[in-house]
C-alpha cells in the first residue's frame, strides 16, 4: 500500500513539473505585461503617459495624441496670431509648453523629446518651424489620422495650422471630426496635446499598457 502511495506522490510530482515546463501555462510574468517597445505597436493603439491615455499616432516616430482634451478651452492666440509659437505668452504653444507640461508629472517630463513642428499654412507646411516638446497635430496630419483619432466631441478643437485665407486664421476640427475649418484665432477650442517619446521606450502589457519611464529596448 505504502509502494503504490509513493508511485502515486512521484507521478503527481512528475506532472506537476512537466506542467511548469510548458510556455503559458505557469511563470510569474503575465503576457498581459510582458513590457514591448511603443515602436512595435499599431497606429490607433493607446498608451497610458503621464496618467493620460495617448493615441499612437506613429509607432516608429513615438508620436502621440491626447485621445481625451486637456483643461477648458483655449483661445489659439490672443494678440490675434495664427502662427503656432511657444515663446508668445498669448499662444496656446506657450500655454502647451509650460501650463500643461509643467502640470505633468516630474518624472515623466524628462521622457518628452524636443521636436521640429513645421508650422507653415496648409499650402506649405514644411516652410517654417519651431522646436518644443508639446505641440499640436498639423492640417496635413490630421487628414492622414482622422479615422484613427475620429470620434465626437462638443466643440472645435484646434490644430497648429494656420490657414491661408487670411491673418489670424488657423485651422481647427470640426465637433463630429467629418472635416476642418478655418478659425478667427481669437476664438476658444479644446486643446489635444500631441508630443513625441523615444520609440524603444517600453509599453507594460503593449496596447492599453503604461509606459515604463527609463526603460528602452
Known sequence: MKSKLKRLVCLVFSLMLIVAG???????A???TTPVPLSSLSTGNTVWFAGYRWIVLNPATGYLFMRDSYGSEQVFD???SGTFNPSSSANIGYYLN???YNSLPSTDRPLIQSHSW?????????????????????????????STINYYR????????????????????????SGLI???????????PALYLNPGILVSGGNGGTVIGGTYE
Open 22 to 28: 510548458i510556455p503559458g501555462v505557469s511563470g510569474t
Open 30 to 32: 503575465s503576457a498581459s
Open 78 to 80: 490672443s494678440n490675434g
Open 98 to 100: 509650460n501650463t500643461f
Open 118 to 146: 513645421p508650422t507653415g499654412n496648409e499650402t506649405n507646411e514644411s516652410s517654417s518651424s519651431v522646436d518644443c516638446g508639446i505641440g499640436l497635430i498639423s492640417y496635413s496630419e490630421f487628414n492622414t489620422y482622422k
Open 154 to 177: 462638443n466643440d472645435c478643437w484646434w490644430t497648429r495650422t494656420n490657414s491661408s485665407g487670411g491673418a489670424g486664421l488657423t485651422w481647427s476640427v470640426l465637433p463630429d471630426g
Open 182 to 192: 478655418s478659425a478667427s484665432c481669437r476664438t476658444a477650442g479644446i486643446v489635444h
